[in-house]
């Protein structure tokens, strides 16, 4: 091992030659004209030094000076006190006795000499030659071939009486590789790849048989059923008994094959291997000599680190007395041994960063898991491709070869490691926790399970458990639940940034530095470090900002009050368990989900769902009723974790199948108060039982899905793949000339690794982010907030935007607007009648019937002068002018009381004054039923009085065919279309009221049956004074509105044409289910709203239709009018659902517009549909619309509260402009995203052709300007270039999302073809100057690896001019906004530097010799060339040039030629984005490829 690294590290350093030269023309070897370059002169030279055997022989322009008395004359030809420490240069490093004669150094000549006709291959002759003619030691007339007349330095010279101190080159020491250091490094090496080795053998052996010890385990919990008869005892046996019976469930329902009781998933390699929705299990147990070794492998990536901090030290000399190759010897070695260490070091790391899930646990022994210490989870999570239809066969290609690879690599597997913990030392029940969720495992099965427990699924089963909980079983139930507190574990500053720099793009970046710190570009890698450090800061504050508000969001603990032992005792809301009773009070936060087993409670539910109305919750009935708080039904019912209580109340349960009384009004504050703080005996009079807690809860779910997101690609990611692969071979190209033109040794090598590092810029990634935090920190400055950033650049790309109706397109709640009475006609023998009167707009003028059926069927309650309920039955009852009456009621089986608002009796009128009623009964609104019921006791007559309110297609349906009018269908259709929202109602007398316990217990179906209709109910839905403008710019953005709505089809339709949705000319065709034939299936009947008349053929005229847009779109014009439709499809809830069933949806998904009495699970449906097809957004309050809204591409709910958890976006401006915002600031973000990216492409290209150039000249530019590029301008214009500000309307088209795309790479590879043609056109104006040839640089003498020697030069002049004039120039290309971002000047930031950079560089190319261009080494030179020049004298201090010439200053003509040019390729780049790549010249080519290869882009009709 020792002669292989040896050998590798020797050959490396052999490559000693470090020279270059071009590989097409000679330096200096002809003028412009084709003649032979005369040899130059060159001036400033020192002379050598001078060494005689007396200092009398010293010619006299250098003879020593005569010392004072108290000094005396030294070897080295100077006056010292005394000599002891000079040092003389005529011994060259040896000591008297090493030479044959002793021989003293002549004082140096102070003036510098010039050489005629300078030749570099026998400089040292020349300038020997020309020192002796200077100091009179040879004739004036004498010539070089004559020579010195002095000879050169020699250890034996005794006779001579002068000689040069050309002092031979001493031998550089070498190094031997078998030094100390080295063989503790190679002994290091040798023995951790021992011990790894033997650590693998061992490991191997003892896991032979680990396959057959994993588990699999569903993420779905086993139901612990739990017997109610004995839940009041402490009895915690049921649990034990249940899990060993329990069966776990997938998704679909069925049993999964992998996981049964007792059974393990033996021989399960990888999770890859399960389905969706399992894990994998593998158990493992410490052990010491692992765990020495795993710590041993981070000990080793640090010591990588710290050894070539070692190497860069010793270059400068920092390591071993302040000596540069103290350690390694010499230069050469030096440079072997970083290369060297630099690849195995970088090998090591990516290593380590590819195994870091893992690498712990492999220095464990795999065991059970159920006897592990620790147990690693393993889960498939796949990539949901967020947006299709992007893809072209190279990202084909690239992502079949991506997936084979994560295929084979398991690259999908997210791995967790979890630690076996016990409640105690004592205890022996295990359990993990994944995911904030708990897993136990079963005593009897070995098998790790989640768990849930379910307290029944009907009303009297739940109620069953209001007796509470025993201390025992609480506690088992807690051991199998967990606490009740989700923690959120937010690391340290430190620990996140550590985790932060964990990363490839880091690594990639730190290797990138130590290359340029080795090779002296220190201050650079300084300002890139820094940058580096700074952005990675900003990126960690960011996230731990977000992670701690995520912590307070779930982090919420407090006090309640708990049945336990039946008694109430104060207990942490951690402690709570399913099957729990809690007492609950005004003005807390609910901590779990649960149902009301008495009282009534008032809950603020808008930080979860977005409704920003208070929501009334009933208790449970003593009935069979069933109860899933999943389901619309019992929602009525169930309260939900994360919401706060504004008001509760007490009642008792005083017998069966009824809803408690409501006394929600008539306590003081003080009252109020008093009921919070009594005692544990007190009874209190409102409370629930708890269903579910932890991440089991509506918040837990929601919290988890922010913690643990599932992981989306964007079209960017989909071809960021690509971009990187072509930047790789691109930057590969560019290495390998590099290499090529810098002289094939290790030099070249590095300067190959700084084009790798300027091609693919580690800032590209970032730059794709940058447009999203701008676009984000916009729209919250308009109160659009979001919390998942990578959905601002898809609202950028929505085609298709959904809304909701009521509340969303139309003003908050409905407005009343009148009453249709229905009167009954007695016939005689034709039978009864029925027929509609005038509306009336006065409830009072209702007969009494009406009027109390309005005024009573309803769920209103009210909380201090408030009235809370559904905002429709709100409005009905404000209407009604009654009242609700407040304090006790007069029987316990009141559940309200009402009053009607009459004084006193009125002439005429069969009202009888006041009137008073109780509501006994009352079956709240279900969503399968579209109905609700109450049973009222009339006090004035003790009749019962039933009445049944719903939708008017339903009630139809219920009540007696007589009560019908002939014309129902007809007059509700009528009232649909003119907007209004109809309700219907009926009613039946049950008679005197001889026992109202009777009619409680009767079923919702005997109530509602046998009802005859009464009224039509009326409400108006006003749109929002700004939706039709905001639906109008939407639709000029290129973007299909569809309504989704709970309502009628016509009212739909109504809205739709109200806000220009639909056109006002466009025929609207009804799809609705007609079941009226018996026995016969349901049949799919399209009608014309107009007429009502059937639709046979829809598939003709929607093919029509479209032939006649395709047409429109082939001629010029406004989108909308080219797009907009003269056919439009309206569809209810069943027609959906039968088309679905059918599979006949997607034909006409698109041409769908308004989607008519949709539930909320059908919302989501309907949304996902579009999803497949284009990029969706949803809009609507965050109510019934929730599941739609997170189910969308992009949810915008618009809530007064900040509901961030509700979509990814919320908007306290309830106006639908937010969506237009949002889409406006999406695709500006997109736009600016693409930008960025485009513009370190672009700086890629342009640095990788610099470098290119420069290293064919063997040149490199100035080290001010590259800390000018790198530094200002790429860093400030990267950032300069997100700030464009955004459009102010919404553009007819999108931006592109395609890295790849043609429109993408003809701006890239636009700009970079211009770009090269000016820069190699620069270079050939240069070389045909007469002042240029033969002048041009000739590196044959010197050293390339001292790079910062390269720039005194022509040549780097004009590059970096050049080039920096292209750079700049790049951010003002891709500044231009087209439609998506303002004009190119109101990005002030861009245009301040811009101007301020383009000022700087011509005062660079155009000024005479200055301080700024001599810092830059640019058109300046030496003090005493320049004053030849006929400059004055600088004043400044100026480094001495590295030329013959003594200076770079071109003559002014030619610096006005180079500067116009530099303007005409930034004129050029600027024409071609703004008229070709986005303007007239790219749609005329695009309209061309359209008509002869066809378009596959989806247009959506408007």
Same mark, same amino acid.
């Given at each position: 091992?020792?002669?292989?690294?040896?050998?590798?590290?020797?050959?490396?350093?052999?490559?000693?030659?470090?020279?270059?030269?071009?590989?097409?023309?000679?330096?200096?070897?002809?003028?412009?004209?084709?003649?032979?370059?005369?040899?130059?002169?060159?001036?400033?030279?020192?002379?050598?030094?001078?060494?005689?055997?007396?200092?009398?022989?010293?010619?006299?322009?250098?003879?020593?000076?005569?010392?004072?008395?108290?000094?005396?004359?030294?070897?080295?030809?100077?006056?010292?006190?005394?000599?002891?420490?000079?040092?003389?240069?005529?011994?060259?490093?040896?000591?008297?006795?090493?030479?044959?004669?002793?021989?003293?150094?002549?004082?140096?000549?102070?003036?510098?000499?010039?050489?005629?006709?300078?030749?570099?291959?026998?400089?040292?002759?020349?300038?020997?030659?020309?020192?002796?003619?200077?100091?009179?030691?040879?004739?004036?007339?004498?010539?070089?071939?004559?020579?010195?007349?002095?000879?050169?330095?020699?250890?034996?010279?005794?006779?001579?009486?002068?000689?040069?101190?050309?002092?031979?080159?001493?031998?550089?020491?070498?190094?031997?590789?078998?030094?100390?250091?080295?063989?503790?490094?190679?002994?290091?090496?040798?023995?951790?790849?021992?011990?790894?080795?033997?650590?693998?053998?061992?490991?191997?052996?003892?896991?032979?048989?680990?396959?057959?010890?994993?588990?699999?385990?569903?993420?779905?919990? /086993?139901?612990?059923?739990?017997?109610?008869?004995?839940?009041?005892?402490?009895?915690?046996?049921?649990?034990?008994?249940?899990?060993?019976?329990?069966?776990?469930?997938?998704?679909?329902?069925?049993?999964?094959?992998?996981?049964?009781?007792?059974?393990?998933?033996?021989?399960?390699?990888?999770?890859?291997?399960?389905?969706?929705?399992?894990?994998?299990?593998?158990?493992?147990?410490?052990?010491?000599?692992?765990?020495?070794?795993?710590?041993?492998?981070?000990?080793?990536?640090?010591?990588?680190?710290?050894?070539?901090?070692?190497?860069?030290?010793?270059?400068?000399?920092?390591?071993?007395?302040?000596?540069?190759?103290?350690?390694?010897?010499?230069?050469?070695?030096?440079?072997?041994?970083?290369?060297?260490?630099?690849?195995?070091?970088?090998?090591?790391?990516?290593?380590?960063?590819?195994?870091?899930?893992?690498?712990?646990?492999?220095?464990?022994?795999?065991?059970?898991?159920?006897?592990?210490?620790?147990?690693?989870?393993?889960?498939?999570?796949?990539?949901?491709?967020?947006?299709?239809?992007?893809?072209?066969?190279?990202?084909?290609?690239?992502?079949?070869?991506?997936?084979?690879?994560?295929?084979?690599?398991?690259?999908?597997?997210?791995?967790?490691?979890?630690?076996?913990?016990?409640?105690?030392?004592?205890?022996?029940?295990?359990?993990?926790?994944?995911?904030?969720?708990?897993?136990?495992?079963?005593?009897?099965?070995?098998?790790?399970?989640?768990?849930?427990?379910?307290?029944?699924?009907?009303?009297?089963?739940?109620?069953?458990?209001?007796?509470?909980?025993?201390?025992?079983?609480?506690?088992?139930?807690?051991?199998?639940?967990?606490?009740?507190?989700?923690?959120?574990?937010?690391?340290?500053?430190?620990?996140?940034?550590?985790?932060?720099?964990?990363?490839?793009?880091?690594?990639?970046?730190?290797?990138?530095?130590?290359?340029?710190?080795?090779?002296?570009?220190?201050?650079?890698?300084?300002?890139?470090?820094?940058?580096?450090?700074?952005?990675?800061?900003?990126?960690?504050?960011?996230?731990?900002?977000?992670?701690?508000?995520?912590?307070?969001?779930?982090?919420?603990?407090?006090?309640?009050?708990?049945?336990?032992?039946?008694?109430?005792?104060?207990?942490?809301?951690?402690?709570?368990?399913?099957?729990?009773?809690?007492?609950?009070?005004?003005?807390?936060?609910?901590?779990?989900?649960?149902?009301?087993?008495?009282?009534?409670?008032?809950?603020?539910?808008?930080?979860?769902?977005?409704?920003?109305?208070?929501?009334?919750?009933?208790?449970?009935?003593?009935?069979?009723?069933?109860?899933?708080?999943?389901?619309?039904?019992?929602?009525?019912?169930?309260?939900?974790?994360?919401?706060?209580?504004?008001?509760?109340?007490?009642?008792?349960?005083?017998?069966?199948?009824?809803?408690?009384?409501?006394?929600?009004?008539?306590?003081?504050?003080?009252?109020?108060?008093?009921?919070?703080?009594?005692?544990?005996?007190?009874?209190?009079?409102?409370?629930?039982?708890?269903?579910?807690?932890?991440?089991?809860?509506?918040?837990?779910?929601?919290?988890?899905?922010?913690?643990?997101?599932?992981?989306?690609?964007?079209?960017?990611?989909?071809?960021?793949?690509?971009?990187?692969?072509?930047?790789?071979?691109?930057?590969?190209?560019?290495?390998?000339?590099?290499?090529?033109?810098?002289?094939?040794?290790?030099?070249?090598?590095?300067?190959?690794?700084?084009?790798?590092?300027?091609?693919?810029?580690?800032?590209?990634?970032?730059?794709?982010?940058?447009?999203?935090?701008?676009?984000?920190?916009?729209?919250?400055?308009?109160?659009?907030?979001?919390?998942?950033?990578?959905?601002?650049?898809?609202?950028?790309?929505?085609?298709?935007?959904?809304?909701?109706?009521?509340?969303?397109?139309?003003?908050?709640?409905?407005?009343?607007?009148?009453?249709?009475?229905?009167?009954?006609?007695?016939?005689?023998?034709?039978?009864?009648?029925?027929?509609?009167?005038?509306?009336?707009?006065?409830?009072?003028?209702?007969?009494?019937?009406?009027?109390?059926?309005?005024?009573?069927?309803?769920?209103?309650?009210?909380?201090?002068?408030?009235?809370?309920?559904?905002?429709?039955?709100?409005?009905?009852?404000?209407?009604?002018?009654?009242?609700?009456?407040?304090?006790?009621?007069?029987?316990?089986?009141?559940?309200?009381?009402?009053?009607?608002?009459?004084?006193?009796?009125?002439?005429?009128?069969?009202?009888?004054?006041?009137?008073?009623?109780?509501?006994?009964?009352?079956?709240?609104?279900?969503?399968?039923?579209?109905?609700?019921?109450?049973?009222?006791?009339?006090?004035?007559?003790?009749?019962?009085?039933?009445?049944?309110?719903?939708?008017?297609?339903?009630?139809?349906?219920?009540?007696?065919?007589?009560?019908?009018?002939?014309?129902?269908?007809?007059?509700?259709?009528?009232?649909?279309?003119?907007?209004?929202?109809?309700?219907?109602?009926?009613?039946?007398?049950?008679?005197?009221?001889?026992?109202?316990?009777?009619?409680?217990?009767?079923?919702?179906?005997?109530?509602?049956?046998?009802?005859?209709?009464?009224?039509?109910?009326?409400?108006?839905?006003?749109?929002?004074?700004?939706?039709?403008?905001?639906?109008?710019?939407?639709?000029?953005?290129?973007?299909?509105?569809?309504?989704?709505?709970?309502?009628?089809?016509?009212?739909?339709?109504?809205?739709?044409?109200?806000?220009?949705?639909?056109?006002?000319?466009?025929?609207?065709?009804?799809?609705?289910?007609?079941?009226?034939?018996?026995?016969?299936?349901?049949?799919?009947?399209?009608?014309?709203?107009?007429?009502?008349?059937?639709?046979?053929?829809?598939?003709?005229?929607?093919?029509?239709?479209?032939?006649?847009?395709?047409?429109?779109?082939? %001629?010029?014009?406004?989108?909308?009018?080219?797009?907009?439709?003269?056919?439009?499809?309206?569809?209810?809830?069943?027609?959906?659902?039968?088309?679905?069933?059918?599979?006949?949806?997607?034909?006409?998904?698109?041409?769908?517009?308004?989607?008519?009495?949709?539930?909320?699970?059908?919302?989501?449906?309907?949304?996902?549909?579009?999803?497949?097809?284009?990029?969706?957004?949803?809009?609507?309050?965050?109510?019934?619309?929730?599941?739609?809204?997170?189910?969308?591409?992009?949810?915008?709910?618009?809530?007064?509260?900040?509901?961030?958890?509700?979509?990814?976006?919320?908007? /306290?401006?309830?106006?639908?402009?937010?969506?237009?915002?949002?889409?406006?600031?999406?695709?500006?973000?997109?736009?600016?995203?693409?930008?960025?990216?485009?513009?370190?492409?672009?700086?890629?290209?342009?640095?990788?052709?610099?470098?290119?150039?420069?290293?064919?000249?063997?040149?490199?530019?100035?080290?001010?300007?590259?800390?000018?590029?790198?530094?200002?301008?790429?860093?400030?214009?990267?950032?300069?270039?997100?700030?464009?500000?955004?459009?102010?309307?919404?553009?007819?088209?999108?931006?592109?999302?395609?890295?790849?795309?043609?429109?993408?790479?003809?701006?890239?590879?636009?700009?970079?073809?211009?770009?090269?043609?000016?820069?190699?056109?620069?270079?050939?104006?240069?070389?045909?100057?007469?002042?240029?040839?033969?002048?041009?640089?000739?590196?044959?003498?010197?050293?390339?690896?001292?790079?910062?020697?390269?720039?005194?030069?022509?040549?780097?002049?004009?590059?970096?001019?050049?080039?920096?004039?292209?750079?700049?120039?790049?951010?003002?290309?891709?500044?231009?906004?087209? %439609?998506?971002?303002?004009?190119?000047?109101?990005?002030?930031?861009?245009?301040?530097?811009?101007?301020?950079?383009?000022?700087?560089?011509?005062?660079?190319?155009?000024?005479?010799?200055?301080?700024?261009?001599?810092?830059?080494?640019?058109?300046?030179?030496?003090?005493?060339?320049?004053?030849?020049?006929?400059?004055?004298?600088?004043?400044?201090?100026?480094?001495?040039?590295?030329?013959?010439?003594?200076?770079?200053?071109?003559?002014?003509?030619?610096?006005?030629?180079?500067?116009?040019?530099?303007?005409?390729?930034?004129?050029?780049?600027?024409?071609?984005?703004?008229?070709?790549?986005?303007?007239?010249?790219?749609?005329?080519?695009?309209?061309?490829?359209?008509?002869?290869?066809?378009?596959?882009?989806?247009?959506?009709?408007?």
């Amino acid at each position: 091992m020792v002669r292989c690294a040896a050998a590798l590290v020797a050959a490396l350093g052999s490559l000693t030659l470090t020279s270059a030269f071009p590989a097409f023309n000679t330096p200096n070897s002809v003028d412009v004209d084709g003649n032979t370059c005369p040899l130059l002169d060159r001036n400033g030279l020192l002379c050598p030094v001078l060494c005689v055997l007396d200092f009398n022989d010293c010619p006299d322009a250098i003879r020593p000076p005569t010392c004072a008395s108290n000094e005396q004359l030294c070897d080295d030809g100077t006056c010292q006190a005394s000599c002891d420490a000079v040092v003389n240069p005529c011994l060259c490093g040896l000591t008297s006795s090493d030479v044959a004669a002793v021989y003293k150094a002549c004082p140096a000549y102070k003036n510098t000499v010039t050489v005629l006709s300078y030749d570099p291959s026998i400089k040292e002759e020349q300038l020997a030659f020309v020192c002796a003619q200077e100091w009179g030691l040879v004739a004036s007339n004498a010539t070089l071939d004559d020579g010195s007349g002095v000879s050169s330095w020699s250890d034996q010279s005794t006779d001579l009486p002068m000689s040069w101190s050309d002092c031979p080159t001493p031998q550089e020491p070498e190094l031997t590789f078998t030094e100390d250091f080295c063989i503790a490094f190679y002994a290091i090496i040798g023995a951790e790849l021992v011990m790894y080795l033997l650590w693998h053998m061992y490991k191997t052996v003892r896991e032979r048989h680990a396959a057959s010890l994993r588990q699999v385990c569903s993420q779905l919990p /086993s139901s612990l059923s739990v017997d109610s008869k004995n839940a009041d005892i402490g009895n915690g046996s049921e649990i034990q008994a249940d899990i060993e019976k329990s069966t776990v469930l997938m998704a679909d329902g069925k049993p999964s094959s992998f996981v049964s009781s007792g059974s393990s998933g033996a021989n399960v390699a990888s999770a890859a291997e399960l389905p969706d929705g399992m894990l994998l299990l593998r158990g493992y147990d410490n052990n010491y000599v692992g765990m020495a070794l795993y710590y041993l492998s981070l000990l080793s990536t640090a010591g990588w680190i710290v050894l070539l901090a070692i190497i860069v030290s010793d270059y400068y000399g920092k390591v071993k007395g302040g000596v540069a190759y103290g350690l390694l010897a010499n230069s050469n070695t030096s440079m072997a041994v970083f290369i060297f260490v630099w690849h195995l070091g970088a090998v090591w790391m990516v290593a380590m960063l590819a195994c870091m899930s893992r690498l712990r646990n492999y220095f464990r022994i795999e065991c059970s898991p159920a006897q592990a210490h620790v147990v690693q989870v393993e889960e498939r999570q796949e990539e949901m491709v967020m947006m299709e239809g992007t893809q072209n066969r190279l990202t084909l290609l690239v992502n079949r070869i991506r997936e084979s690879l994560v295929k084979k690599f398991d690259l999908n597997i997210v791995i967790e490691s979890c630690a076996a913990q016990r409640l105690s030392p004592d205890d022996e029940r295990v359990f993990i926790e994944y995911h904030c969720t708990r897993y136990v495992l079963s005593s009897a099965s070995g098998q790790f399970q989640c768990h849930t427990f379910g307290l029944g699924n009907t009303h009297r089963a739940m109620l069953a458990h209001r007796g509470g909980l025993t201390t025992q079983q609480a506690s088992d139930r807690g051991f199998y639940i967990g606490e009740n507190f989700i923690r959120v574990a937010v690391p340290s500053f430190p620990v996140a940034l550590l985790k932060e720099f964990l990363s490839y793009i880091y690594l990639y970046q730190m290797m990138c530095m130590w290359v340029w710190f080795y090779f002296n570009y220190y201050k650079m890698a300084l300002v890139q470090f820094s940058v580096i450090i700074a952005s990675a800061f900003v990126k960690v504050a960011i996230r731990l900002h977000s992670e701690y508000k995520v912590k307070s969001l779930a982090e919420h603990n407090s006090e309640c009050r708990v049945k336990r032992d039946g008694k109430w005792s104060v207990l942490s809301t951690a402690d709570l368990v399913p099957g729990d009773v809690v007492a609950v009070d005004a003005g807390m936060e609910i901590m779990c989900d649960g149902c009301v087993l008495q009282g009534e409670v008032v809950v603020d539910e808008s930080s979860l769902t977005g409704e920003a109305m208070p929501v009334r919750k009933l208790p449970l009935k003593m009935d069979d009723m069933a109860y899933d708080a999943q389901q619309g039904a019992s929602k009525t019912y169930s309260v939900i974790a994360g919401t706060r209580v504004l008001q509760c109340t007490g009642s008792i349960i005083a017998s069966p199948s009824h809803s408690m009384p409501s006394l929600l009004s008539g306590k003081s504050l003080a009252e109020k108060q008093a009921i919070a703080s009594a005692s544990s005996d007190d009874e209190p009079e409102t409370q629930i039982l708890v269903t579910q807690t932890r991440t089991a809860t509506d918040k837990g779910k929601l919290i988890k899905r922010i913690l643990f997101p599932v992981r989306y690609s964007f079209v960017f990611d989909e071809q960021l793949r690509v971009a990187v692969l072509f930047l790789l071979a691109y930057a590969g190209l560019g290495f390998a000339l590099s290499i090529w033109l810098m002289g094939h040794d290790m030099t070249s090598w590095l300067y190959g690794v700084f084009v790798l590092a300027q091609t693919c810029q580690p800032l590209i990634p970032a730059s794709l982010t940058i447009g999203q935090s701008v676009a984000a920190h916009r729209l919250r400055r308009q109160n659009i907030f979001c919390i998942d950033l990578p959905r601002t650049i898809m609202a950028g790309k929505v085609q298709v935007f959904c809304f909701d109706k009521t509340g969303t397109l139309t003003k908050e709640g409905l407005e009343y607007f009148a009453v249709q009475e229905i009167q009954q006609t007695n016939n005689g023998n034709n039978g009864a009648s029925a027929g509609f009167v005038a509306e009336e707009t006065d409830m009072s003028r209702l007969p009494n019937v009406a009027q109390v059926g309005l005024a009573a069927c309803h769920a209103v309650t009210v909380m201090g002068d408030q009235l809370i309920g559904n905002p429709v039955d709100v409005e009905q009852f404000r209407a009604t002018d009654w009242e609700i009456m407040q304090g006790e009621r007069d029987s316990e089986l009141y559940l309200d009381t009402l009053i009607s608002p009459f004084l006193e009796s009125i002439d005429g009128s069969d009202k009888l004054g006041r009137r008073t009623v109780h509501v006994i009964k009352r079956f709240e609104f279900v969503h399968a039923r579209q109905s609700m019921s109450v049973a009222v006791l009339d006090q004035a007559t003790g009749h019962v009085h039933v009445y049944v309110k719903g939708s008017f297609e339903r009630l139809k349906q219920m009540a007696n065919s007589a009560s019908v009018p002939s014309n129902y269908d007809s007059m509700t259709a009528r009232w649909a279309r003119e907007g209004c929202y109809v309700l219907a109602l009926a009613h039946k007398n049950l008679g005197p009221a001889d026992d109202l316990a009777a009619v409680t217990r009767m079923s919702r179906e005997q109530i509602e049956s046998g009802c005859d209709l009464v009224s039509l109910l009326l409400f108006r839905n006003k749109l929002k004074e700004d939706t039709a403008s905001a639906i109008m710019e939407l639709k000029g953005g290129d973007t299909r509105t569809v309504m989704i709505t709970g309502d009628t089809a016509l009212t739909g339709v109504y809205i739709a044409r109200q806000c220009g949705m639909v056109s006002p000319s466009a025929r609207v065709i009804l799809g609705d289910v007609d079941g009226n034939s018996a026995g016969a299936e349901p049949l799919l009947v399209w009608r014309d709203t107009a007429d009502d008349s059937v639709v046979d053929d829809i598939d003709r005229l929607l093919h029509s239709e479209r032939q006649d847009i395709d047409d429109a779109e082939k %001629r010029l014009g406004n989108v909308v009018s080219k797009r907009t439709p003269s056919i439009e499809l309206a569809v209810t809830a069943a027609a959906f659902d039968h088309l679905v069933a059918t599979n006949a949806i997607r034909r006409y998904l698109l041409d769908i517009r308004i989607f008519a009495r949709m539930t909320p699970q059908g919302k989501v449906e309907c949304v996902q549909l579009h999803m497949e097809r284009a990029v969706t957004a949803m809009c609507g309050d965050g109510g019934n619309d929730c599941g739609a809204l997170r189910a969308a591409h992009v949810g915008l709910a618009l809530s007064d509260s900040e509901a961030s958890i509700v979509s990814p976006f919320s908007s /306290s401006n309830r106006s639908i402009h937010s969506c237009v915002t949002l889409l406006r600031e999406g695709r500006s973000g997109l736009a600016t995203s693409i930008a960025g990216y485009k513009f370190l492409i672009n700086y890629g290209t342009t640095m990788s052709m610099l470098e290119i150039v420069q290293f064919y000249f063997s040149v490199i530019v100035p080290q001010a300007v590259w800390i000018m590029i790198d530094s200002f301008i790429t860093v400030g214009l990267c950032i300069a270039v997100t700030q464009a500000q955004t459009a102010r309307k919404l553009a007819p088209s999108r931006p592109t999302a395609r890295l790849i795309g043609a429109h993408t790479l003809a701006s890239i590879w636009g700009q970079t073809a211009i770009n090269y043609a000016f820069l190699y056109g620069m270079m050939g104006l240069l070389f045909r100057q007469s002042w240029f040839r033969c002048h041009e640089f000739d590196s044959r003498d010197i050293d390339t690896s001292l790079w910062w020697l390269l720039g005194d030069n022509y040549e780097a002049e004009v590059i970096s001019l050049v080039c920096m004039f292209q750079f700049v120039n790049a951010a003002a290309v891709y500044n231009f906004g087209y %439609r998506y971002r303002r004009a190119w000047i109101t990005n002030y930031i861009l245009a301040v530097l811009y101007a301020g950079f383009i000022s700087a560089i011509s005062v660079l190319v155009l000024a005479n010799p200055n301080r700024f261009s001599c810092m830059f080494r640019i058109n300046c030179g030496n003090p005493d060339t320049l004053v030849d020049l006929g400059y004055s004298k600088p004043s400044w201090g100026i480094s001495s040039y590295n030329n013959p010439a003594g200076h770079n200053v071109m003559p002014h003509k030619f610096r006005w030629t180079l500067w116009g040019l530099c303007i005409v390729n930034i004129v050029l780049c600027l024409a071609w984005e703004k008229f070709v790549v986005l303007g007239p010249v790219g749609r005329v080519v695009k309209k061309l490829w359209v008509e002869r290869k066809g378009d596959s882009k989806l247009r959506v009709k408007l």
